[in-house]
């Protein structure tokens, strides 16, 4: 490269400056999880785990605080599903994309696309206002009580499966598109149902895909706020209840004690999606 | 394969991306639409009409939220593409085979890391109480602590942290496809820096700056957490207002035409955006 040598140094110490600034909000709201005083903030008062495994008051520690242990399941069962039914619906879009053909196709393509660049609140919001009309014509035409229709644990995992089915789509169609189909024709020339042929050489070839879309899939799922906080009944999940306890009782080192978990939750899974992606680059 | 057995497998396929687009994004957004054109006047009595758009426009509060959104929303856009063009420039490029991974997991990072908590490290730093005040009054740099939340300036920041990872993520898988022989062309036939800059690698980024800067200002502008939590209550975001509507206020009808209308006007940017620089959705955004 045409680059001299102060130059790059000044390149350099900017890449650098960079990561810094990339990492010094999560080390805050990292390191103040193990500071031994009622707040987030300096001074240092030594190291303690209260905050994580204290089960008496002024320092509840984060698996003794029930609220927060709560939200953390809520989050972990709508993740779960979520990520589930968005990593099916994108194998069937995956499939439909790549290997059949149809009329105005690439007009559906952008379609599928568009959830991706529809601000989340909106998705939130529209979502809420149609299951809500849908609810009400029930109640008035056939004096049905669709509880689901209402804010709650259904509308949620219908509000994130709305941006992330286009996500996994992506993924997952990314896969099939490098797959080599004379490995499905030899196997049918072998003999093998069309059923066969799917469940031992399609569908093994795109695994690593899809369970890469499934971990980014309930990460996201996870994390979101935007859609989820529209959507939200009784049954808060995690970020829900962190961000109600910020507002409202002010931040305590215990959110810390939250950010910690998730960090290393998030970093665990981030690795894990990161390791079945490696033979794919060797194959 | 029989013609019926492939016409089966079509419609299997089919319906299940039929259900979603059809239930959770068109229908709600014609929902919203609907809503959003109704005005009531006593309970389970509407009349349809513009009043909540023209209420919309006629409260100048409403109109500069927007306004003040969209304007914000542009700038963090601009910064997080020059902070981050320099960075994605030495991942694909200057970095050396070994480190380039390493260097692209590490801006990914935050993204791993939800919204909340990043929000939540950047109080913890910048409140008064907070770590860069109490360090520099300690270091005698300052003498009383300063408050540095809630401030236009501080907003701006947090929102370029946010999102330049989905900058920087569709600018190094352009320019890693860039052939370094372009470049070398470039100085040999005579070109100064920046004329390379400008006249080779610019164009050959192109693709990847606008699906950048769209993805960027999407997320800016629908974003929520960062600009209440760092701005305080005189933030002043367009999607408070939205939650203020609805959740607050219980006025779905308002709350329906200001999901229009900035659904409308980032629309028209994004559309904007894929004209002058003569893009498509398809080949941008997709791309990742």
Known sequence: MQKSGPLLFVYRAYMVIFFIFLVSPLVAAGVFAFNDSMFPSLPWQGFTWDWFFSPVEPKLGLFHDDRLLQGMGNSLYIGLIVATLSVAAGTCNAFLFERKQFPFKNALYVLMVVPLVIPGVILGISILVFASMVANFADAQFGLFLTWLRPGIPLVVMGQFSFLTTITSLVIAARLQKFDISLEEAALNLGASRLRVLLTVTLPFLFPAMFSAFVVAFLVSFENFNTTLMLVGSDAPLTITMYDRMVKVGSTPVLNAVSVVLMLGSGLLALLSVVAQRPKKSA | ?288
């Open chain 2, 1 to 288: 394969m029989s013609r019926d057995a492939s016409r089966l497998s079509l419609i299997l396929l089919f319906a299940p991306f039929v259900l979603w687009i059809g239930l959770l994004i068109i229908l709600p957004q014609v929902g919203i639409g609907y809503t959003s054109l109704r005005e009531k006047i006593s309970w389970n009595e509407y009349s349809f009409g513009l009043k909540n758009y023209v209420d919309f426009l006629g409260e100048p509060v409403y109109r500069n939220t927007l306004l003040r959104t969209a304007w914000m929303s542009i700038l963090v856009t601009a910064l997080a593409l020059v902070m981050g063009f320099p960075i994605a420039y030495y991942i694909a490029k200057i970095a050396r085979e070994r480190s380039r991974a390493a260097l692209f997991l590490m801006c990914l990072i935050p993204l791993w890391v939800s919204d909340l908590v990043r929000a939540y490290g950047w109080i913890v730093l910048l409140r008064e109480t907070g770590v860069i005040s109490t360090a520099l009054v300690k270091w005698g740099i300052i003498n009383q602590p300063i408050e540095m939340l809630y401030n236009d300036m501080t907003v701006i920041i947090g929102l370029v942290y946010t999102v330049i990872l989905f900058m920087i993520v569709p600018l190094v898988s352009t320019l890693q496809g860039m052939d370094d022989a372009l470049l070398e062309a470039g100085y040999n036939l005579g070109g100064s820096r920046l004329t390379v800059l400008r006249r080779i690698i610019i164009p050959y980024a192109m693709p990847g700056i606008v699906s950048g800067c769209i993805i960027t200002f999407m997320l800016t502008a629908g974003s929520y957490l960062t600009p209440i939590l760092l701005g305080g209550k005189n933030s002043s975001w367009f999607t408070e207002q939205i939650y203020n509507q609805f959740i607050t206020r219980y006025n779905w009808e308002s709350g329906s035409a200001f999901g229009v209308a900035l659904l409308v006007f980032t629309s028209f940017v994004v559309w904007a955006g894929l004209r002058l620089t003569g893009q498509s959705l398809a080949t941008t955004v997709a791309k990742d």
